[in-house]
């Protein structure tokens, strides 16, 4: 029995400088008993310090040190040895303190002093509100996972500083154990150090003194072999700290004494935890509570890097090989979830025997060795090969969904990645494709970061012992679905394999050029596994060569079985396509049993929007999200009212409002792609991003030709209604033409006559040309004014008299219209255009002569003056040229025939260009820019009629 | 062999040990190597603890001073036996009195009783509790027996002994008597807390007894629990010689024979009639190959060897001989000593071999070993 008396409330201890009272009693151990105590601010006399006192006072159950009088503690002779080992033990304990102290300020309680007194010695020590964790448990686990896990870490960085110094607590337990603060800002401090040895200590065997803590306590203290005290006994305690929070109480010593150690897999707070969290827990667990000391955590380091391990398992970060192994079966579950066309990967019993040859040697193996052996033998990526619907998607996901539930640390993590969605991403869609699943720490920023941590994980590979495997197998599905230039994805792939963490297998219909595989190939199934199958649902195996050949495909196989069961009859089909039909009618039938309204609904869903869906996504090369199918959808939808397609789809007529609903598009929309297609009839799928594509390439290829014979059927609807109405209008206008024919159609003018009259009007408006030509020249000074008033003459000949003549006769004939172009003919304006060039020489002359006389005479503002009015005439007798010849042959152009058309072609190339490229404003018809022009002219005409250089005599 | 395995032996003691342990020995070298073990004397450690009080005329003079009635020809006959190594006190109440003729403290005494019997002083006995309070107060053996009669409850005040307390607990308060009344009333008031069994004994003893009375939890047809009389067939019988081929044993096979259960006593201490004793507890660990529970998961990864240099067999081996000195010591029982004939086969059955073929556990070496030590044949040599 403990008869220690402990100082009563209120004693005083006068220490130096710090007259301490004792307040409270918290506790006693084998060599102290420890009070809460206080002292009053040397300062601030109503204010005190917070402190705690360790009196050094051995027990001795012999009664040989007791208090005594003034209290002090006393010992007699009997217990002085005993009282010097404590002694020993009480300073060493404050020795080391100090040190760590000293390094770690922060870290540790404060140790203020140590003083004599009543014949012993008293430690004052940091009040620091603490509380302990033995006090804190209760008994119970901790209130959550994550926060054993926490505060274990702070205690390993408390112990650290233990090691650091090569020194050992050896005492570790709950009791020893306080927390400091809460929540994040909580840490824990390890007290009592009486047992704290160095190792040197321990291997010398000086002075050991030992505490020993049933549960807490390493086998190789408790039995006495103290060369395998180190660092992992303390780490022994911490893992028994470390397990009483997960469970309540530390492990028993029935636990301890068995060959596997404790693993706490029955605590509370695993029962929701993924098997990854449950694995690392017990991994932790077993390896710190080994019983052999050099098998556990070496370091504390070692043991805080699978805490953390722990942690980032807990919240799903980090790469690791069990977040991917994790992603790997979670992306899986998901897709079968979301997608009921993929459930019957779920039912193992259902399945078409899979098996798999190696194109290299000919061995056959069932899916199952086929994947170990992939994951046993590194190399070269594994190509998959096999026909449409041999099973290839099956493959790939069932290996995925058969790994086993529980997590293993030995076995390769298992991940899926559809290819069809591929598209250029710098080089990393694979990769990319796998960090989708992973979340990360914040150690990781960047998405390049991520790509380096991810790319140094699938970099080792597994070993245990004498054996590795691949840290993940990828299973990359669909590389033949893969669509535009997949070069960028072919130099993934190489990249990939060179990492000595990674295996994959793909599955492809074809092997691209020059991509270095080993080549394996899915089996068709045999005569013996069709029979089964047929003969389980009671079927009759086809007598068609053709069709019993095509069952040998699973996929077709499953298809015909289920349109057997939705038909309630033997199939009765002859080729993929009637399999295919009736498998789709079936789909529908099935939908009908809600209804009619939802038998027409599902009709048009799966005959007229889903091929055009296949089809959009044949011509986009990639899965369709809503937005992009949404206006799809509803362009159908809006055919189904029509007689377009009444007539393409006869068996819908009457039934279009059934079929539209009286809904929005969007509602539409949602029921006819969402609610049917996806998730009743199965025959869509859907991925995390919201894409859709087509359950199986057979069916899209199926359902484009469907949408081809659709189009046609539609085409030829339109074309039926066409031509009626077209029929319609040409008897119409076989009457009007009669009618036109023998009452209103306008009389031709003579060809001849008309020809030679536009010839004319040709020829003169290139003379105008010139005449301007010339004159532009004159004023440019390129010419003399003799030379350009000779043009001016020489181009200035009046029209021919046949063309007068034509032109007269037209005029008196019975003809309305120029012949070929069936239009008008202007006259008036044709003669203005053939007098055009004649009256230019009869004016211009003048002009020539007076500019002539200014030139000489270098009168220059008198010039300038001329030189500009003159420019105004000219300019606007070229645009009237311009636009005469426009009024006058411009409309008869077309309906030339060729010949004549080239001639007019021919004249054009002697029209000067600076006439030809005039473009006078003809925005308010030509008539007012023809009266325009002329008022130009006449204008310019009358200021230079003003300027008196024109009346002085000058010879020609 | 890693040196913390080793670490405090006495030369012979190692060299003992090392030879029990060596790799891949079989049950015939092994019985070979057994018999040239020098097995620890009575006399040895009658020396260890008191050199000088342990000379044959102080002993008799001890033990004729104790009982007056006592034959000193007789008591000097024993103690030559003692002393030449003959035969050795099994009684305990013998050896509880050597404690105090040989003047031990209450430590030492717990030391001598753990060398020479299965285990040291036995706090929660009421008896041997007075005892060590005796042997505190510097008592002689009369005095202290008849201590007993003054201090033992005279009427059976304890209704029910509890399994829940334990020695350690015991022993740290008992550590605090000082007078005669307050052990008698320490004797009194502890009443439930005390008694003869070892409780965590018990405890490791229906543990080892479940596992082995369910069989292969993966056997295809299911089996019928196993019985004691199963049990013992199966694991703890072999074929013994009759009882009077038993006295033309030496030594070493009477001592490793010495407390064998069988199926009565089995059944007895699984009703807590009679107390777990320490062979009984060393034989079930090896039955149960080290109290493995047999699991559908193969791959269970027992040990974490980032660097695989030490083979399964060795790292089995270490584990199987801790964990057992571990229970052994928490028990309150003696721990492994290579130079026990018993304990030094025990040693031997821990270490399995180290081909994986061989499918050989703890149980199976144990039965190669008996069959060798005690086959008609090995008796026939003797």
């Known amino acids: 029995m403990d008869h220690r008396a402990a100082l009563p409330v209120g004693s005083e201890l006068s220490f130096p400088g710090m007259a301490c009272r004792i307040e409270g009693y918290l506790g006693r151990g084998s060599n102290a008993i420890v009070y809460e105590a206080s002292y009053q601010d040397t300062t601030s006399q109503n204010r005190k310090h917070r402190i705690l006192v360790k009196e050094l006072f051995p027990f001795d159950g012999h009664g040989h040190i007791w208090r005594g009088e003034n209290g002090a503690v006393r010992r007699d002779a009997e217990g002085e040895e005993l009282w010097r080992t404590h002694l020993l033990s009480f300073e060493r304990g404050n020795d080391v303190h100090l040190q760590l102290l000293a390094l770690q300020p922060g870290r540790l309680g404060g140790n203020i002093n140590t003083f004599p007194m009543n014949d012993t010695i008293y430690t004052i020590l940091d009040d620091s509100g603490s509380r302990s964790l033995e006090k804190e448990l209760a008994g119970k686990p901790a209130r959550d996972l994550r926060t054993a896990v926490i505060r274990c870490m702070r205690l390993l960085d408390c112990l650290e500083i233990f090691h650091r110094q090569d020194f050992l607590h050896l005492d570790i337990s709950l009791d020893n154990a306080l927390l400091i603060g809460e929540g994040e800002q909580e840490r824990v401090m390890l007290i009592d150090y009486n047992s704290v040895h160095s190792r040197a200590e321990i291997q010398n065997k000086e002075a050991l003194y030992f505490s020993a803590k049933e549960g807490f306590t390493a086998p190789e203290v408790q039995t006495g072999m103290y060369q395998g005290i180190s660092f992992c006994t303390d780490l022994f305690s911490v893992t028994a700290v470390f397990y009483a929070m997960l469970l309540g109480k530390p492990p028993s010593v029935l636990q301890l004494n068995r060959k596997n150690p404790p693993d706490a897999q029955d605590s509370p707070l695993l029962a929701d935890a993924p098997s990854t969290v449950r694995e690392q827990v017990k991994k932790i667990t077993r390896r710190g509570l080994c019983a052999l000391p050099d098998k556990r955590y070496p370091s504390c380091a070692a043991m805080k890097k699978d805490l953390e391990e722990l942690l980032n398992r807990l919240t799903g970060l980090g790469v690791s090989h069990a977040a991917l192994w994790e992603a790997g079966r979670r992306s899986v579950q998901r897709l079968v979830k979301r997608n009921p066309s993929l459930t019957y990967l779920e039912k193992e019993a259902e399945l078409y025997p899979l098996r798999v040859t190696w194109e290299e040697n000919g061995e056959a193996l069932g899916l199952d060795a086929f994947m170990e052996d992939v994951s046993t033998h590194r190399g070269l990526p594994v190509l998959l090969e096999g026909v449409g619907g041999i099973g290839k998607s099956t493959a790939l996901l069932r290996t995925v969904l058969s790994t086993p539930s529980a997590y293993s640390a030995r076995n390769p993590a298992i991940m899926y990645v559809p290819l069809y969605e591929w598209r250029e991403s710098g080089g990393h869609f694979i990769l990319d494709q796998i960090l989708r699943e992973l979340r990360f720490d914040a150690n990781t920023r960047t998405v390049e970061d991520a790509r380096h941590v991810l790319t140094e994980q699938l970099s080792k590979p597994i070993s245990y012992k004498n054996e590795s495997c691949p840290a993940l197998l990828l299973l990359l599905d669909g590389l033949n679905e893969a669509a535009g230039d997949t070069a960028g994805l072919l130099r993934e792939i190489e990249r990939l394999s060179q990492l000595s963490g990674l295996s994959m297998v793909i599955a492809s219909r074809v092997c691209p050029d020059g991509l270095p595989v080993r080549k394996a190939r899915l089996d068709l199934l045999t005569d013996g596994d069709v029979q089964t199958a047929l003969g389980h649902h009671g079927l009759l195996l086809p007598e068609n060569g053709e069709m019993r050949e095509l069952l040998r495909t699973p996929l077709m196989l499953s298809l015909f079985i289920q349109t057997a069961i939705g038909q309630n009859a033997q199939v009765q089909c002859e080729t993929e396509k009637q399999l295919v039909d009736a498998y789709l009618s079936v789909l529908c039938d099935k939908a009908g049993q809600d209804g009619q309204q939802a038998r027409y609904q599902a009709e048009a869903a799966v005959r007229l929007i889903l091929p055009a869906i296949a089809q959009a996504a044949r011509k986009q090369g990639a899965s369709l ?294 473009s006078p404003d003809l925005s308010r018809g030509l008539d007012y820019a023809i009266q325009k022009a002329e008022e130009r002219s006449r204008e310019a005409q009358r200021t230079l009629a003003k300027m008196p250089v024109i009346y002085e005599e000058g010879t020609e | 062999m890693p040196e913390d395995m080793t670490g405090g032996m006495t030369v012979i003691s190692k060299r003992a040990f090392e030879n029990a342990a060596a790799l891949d020995l079989s049950a015939g070298n092994a019985a070979q190597i057994l018999a040239t073990i020098p097995a620890r004397s009575f006399s040895d450690i009658l020396m260890r603890f008191a050199p000088e009080e342990a000379g044959r005329e102080k002993l008799v003079d001890g033990l004729c001073g104790n009982d007056p009635s006592r034959s000193r020809a007789s008591m000097d006959k024993k103690v030559r036996g003692w002393l030449s190594g003959k035969y050795q006190p099994t009684a305990r109440e013998d050896l509880l009195e050597l404690c105090f003729i040989l003047k031990l403290s209450v430590e030492e005494a717990d030391a001598f009783l753990a060398a020479t019997s299965e285990e040291g002083m036995h706090w929660r006995d009421p008896k041997e509790l007075t005892y060590a309070f005796a042997l505190r107060k510097g008592m002689t053996y009369p005095e202290a027996t008849a201590l007993l009669t003054r201090v033992i409850p005279k009427e059976n005040v304890k209704t029910k002994e509890t399994r829940e307390a334990f020695t350690s607990v015991v022993q740290r308060e008992a550590a605090g008597l000082e007078t005669e009344g307050e052990l008698k009333q320490y004797l009194l008031d502890a009443g439930e807390k005390l008694g003869t069994f070892h409780n965590r004994a018990y405890q490791q003893f229906t543990e080892f007894l479940s596992l082995l009375e369910q069989p292969h939890a993966v056997s295809v047809e299911k089996e019928d629990n196993f019985t004691v009389r199963r049990i013992v067939e199966t694991y703890l019988d072999n074929r013994f010689p009759s009882d009077w081929d038993k006295k033309k044993l030496d030594d070493k096979r009477r001592g490793i024979l010495a407390g064998w259960p069988e199926e009565v006593a089995l059944s007895r201490m699984k009703t807590g009639k009679i107390d777990v004793n320490r062979k009984t507890l060393i034989l079930l660990f090896l039955a149960t190959d080290g109290g493995e529970e047999i699991t559908d998961d193969w791959q269970e990864d027992v040990y974490w060897d980032e660097d695989g240099e030490e083979s399964d067999a060795d790292a089995d081996f270490r584990s199987s001989y801790i964990r057992m000195n571990q229970m052994l010591s928490s028990c309150g029982y003696r721990m492994l000593d290579p130079r026990s004939p018993f304990d030094w086969v025990v040693i031997y059955c821990l270490r399995v071999s180290s081909d994986p073929d061989a499918m050989e556990g703890l149980s199976e070496r144990l039965s190669e070993m008996l069959e060798v030590l005690f086959s008609a044949s090995s008796l026939e040599t003797e």
């Not at chain 1, 000949?797 to 003919?825: C, D, H, K, R, Y």
Request: hydrophobic share 45%.
């Open chain 1, 625 to 918: 999200n809503d937005q992009s199918l949404l206006s799809a959808v509803v362009r159908c939808r809006k055919m189904i009212d029509t007689r377009t397609l009444a007539r393409a789809f006869p068996e819908w007529i009457g039934h279009g409002a059934e079929i539209t609903g009286d809904v929005s598009d969007e509602a539409w929309y949602g029921l006819m792609v969402q609610d049917i297609l996806w998730k009743r009839l199965g025959l869509l799928m859907r991925d995390e991003t919201g894409a859709y594509h087509i359950r199986h390439q057979i069916l899209q290829e199926h359902l484009i030709q469907l949408n081809t014979a659709n189009r046609a059927s539609v085409r030829k609807a339109r074309f039926r209604t066409g031509a009626v109405c077209a029929i319609a209008l040409s008897c119409l206008a076989c009457v009007l033409l009669l009618c036109y024919e023998l009452w209103l159609k306008p009389k031709p003018y003579d060809e001849t006559m008309s020809a030679l009259v536009l010839d004319t009007a040709l020829t003169q408006y290139t003379c105008a040309g010139l005449q301007y030509e010339a004159m532009v020249s004159l004023l440019d000074g390129k010419i003399s004014p003799e030379t350009c008033a000779s043009e001016i003459r020489q181009w200035g000949l009046p029209a021919s008299l046949s063309a007068q003549t034509a032109l007269n006769a037209m005029q008196e004939s019975e003809g309305t219209v120029i012949p070929w172009s069936n239009a008008a003919f202007d006259f008036e304006r044709c003669l203005s255009l053939l007098a055009l060039p004649q009256m230019r020489a009869e004016s211009y002359p003048a002009y020539i002569r007076a500019y002539g006389r200014l030139l000489k005479d270098s009168r220059a503002e008198e010039k300038a003056e001329f030189a500009a009015a003159l420019s105004e005439l000219i300019e606007a007798d070229a645009d009237l040229a311009w636009l005469l010849d426009r009024a006058v042959s411009y409309p008869h152009i077309t309906g030339m025939q060729e010949e004549r058309k080239m001639a007019y072609e021919i004249g054009l190339l002697s029209l000067p260009a600076v006439q030809e490229s005039r």
